[in-house]
């Protein structure tokens, strides 16, 4: 007897809508995150008109604009990014805890996908290499997580 197994692919393109919540503060990194993020969704099918970009601040504030786009647009997926770099100080352990704890609170209590593309790295130099260079793009990633959520959901939905 075959195990029955529904998982998701990068193939889910077509009309889903996605939103990106984006964090202003260190832009020289986030901005290539939001550019790796939307060029991952339009190879895979997304059409950009399906796509909108929404800016917050920093980090800390991520959470709370994903939750009021969940809730007003109802996109089929969101993708987070930010980056929060660690200085001599604890702030990075309270910016970055809080912001991951309520992203998935987010996800958890709307049930719409929500990508994880807020790098939470030591130095300036971890950031650039994640950002589009030697460690690739983590907005791109995170987009490749969005498109097989909605995958997999769509065909959760459809059993």
């Known amino acids: 007897m075959d195990v029955k197994v529904i998982e998701g692919d990068y193939l889910a393109g077509g009309d889903a809508k996605y939103a990106l919540v984006v ?3 260190n832009h020289f990194v986030v901005d290539s995150l939001e550019q790796g993020a939307i060029d991952t969704l339009v190879r895979h099918g997304v059409n950009k008109a399906n796509i909108t970009v ?6 800390v504030e991520i959470p709370l604009l994903t939750q009021k786009v969940a809730r007003k647009f109802k996109p089929d997926a969101i993708i987070a990014l930010g980056a929060v770099i660690r200085g001599g100080t604890p702030h990075f352990e309270y910016v970055s ?7 998935s609170k987010v996800a958890l209590e709307s049930g719409i996908p929500v990508a994880f593309g807020v790098l939470t790295v030591d130095t300036i130099d971890q950031a650039i290499e994640r950002s589009g260079t030697k460690a690739g793009n983590k907005g791109g990633e995170a987009a490749l997580s969005a498109l097989e959520m ?5 065909r959760l939905e459809a059993e």
Do not use: N, T, Y
């Open 54 to 59: 929404f800016r917050a601040p920093g980090a």
């Open 23 to 25: 964090g202003r503060f």
């Open 150 to 154: 909605v995958a997999v959901l769509k």
């Open 97 to 103: 805890g809080e912001c991951s704890s309520g992203l």
